[in-house]
């Protein structure tokens, strides 16, 4: 598993967390210079600093689907690359089980792949991970408030726990 790709899209978060800061900055030191050709020229102080608080907090979930989804793409290729390495047995059967996992793969569950580490990664770890997909889907389809999450998460805590995730699943191989 790649974790370089985790890695970069919290990266990219924290680019634009620290880009927030700067515009805060710049609106609260009424440093208007800075802020020509934005949204932010000529609004209110207090409605664009409030604005960019819930922007800040749409922004954290956000980056937490998008980090799921960058684990969930390498969770997937993972599991490929380990079936092809085991696949020594070179008869029909065993090809044909080969395609059929390259052909299915994609429509594999995720709780099913975290499920599939399970002599690799701990129960506790593989939960979270569930959770935090739980959180993940919860973000993706609308944020329905009528059903919520089991756990509400954020982008820094989840750049651990799948980083934890993935070298435990690396280490074992």
């Known amino acids: 598993m790649n974790q370089a790709v985790v890695d970069e899209v919290f990266s990219t978060y924290e680019y634009i967390k620290d880009s927030m800061k700067v515009a805060k900055r710049t609106i609260n030191r009424d440093l208007s210079i800075l802020q020509r050709r934005t949204l932010f020229i000529g609004e209110d102080?207090?409605?664009?600093?409030?604005?960019?608080a819930e922007v800040e907090s749409e922004l954290d979930d956000i980056m937490v689907l998008s980090l799921?989804?960058?684990?969930?793409r390498e969770l997937r290729l993972f599991i490929q690359d380990i079936l092809d390495g085991?696949?020594?047995?070179?008869?029909?059967?065993?090809?044909?089980?080969?395609g059929l996992t390259r052909e299915s793969i994609e429509r594999w569950t995720v709780a099913?792949?975290?499920d599939a580490m399970k002599d690799v990664v701990d129960e506790s770890t593989r939960g979270k991970a569930k959770q935090i997909y739980e959180y993940r889907n919860w973000v993706a389809h609308g944020k329905n408030k009528s059903k919520l999450p089991s756990i509400r998460t954020d982008?820094?805590?989840v750049q651990a726990l799948l980083l934890s995730f993935m070298n435990s699943a690396i280490s074992a191989q």
Not at 68 to 72: L, Q
Not at 86 to 97: E, R
């Open 112 to 114: 099913d792949m975290i």
């Open 155 to 157: 982008p820094k805590t």
């Open 68 to 72: 799921f989804a960058a684990f969930e």
């Open 86 to 98: 085991n696949l020594s047995k070179k008869n029909s059967t065993v090809a044909f089980l080969g």
């Open 45 to 52: 102080k207090g409605k664009v600093l409030t604005r960019l």
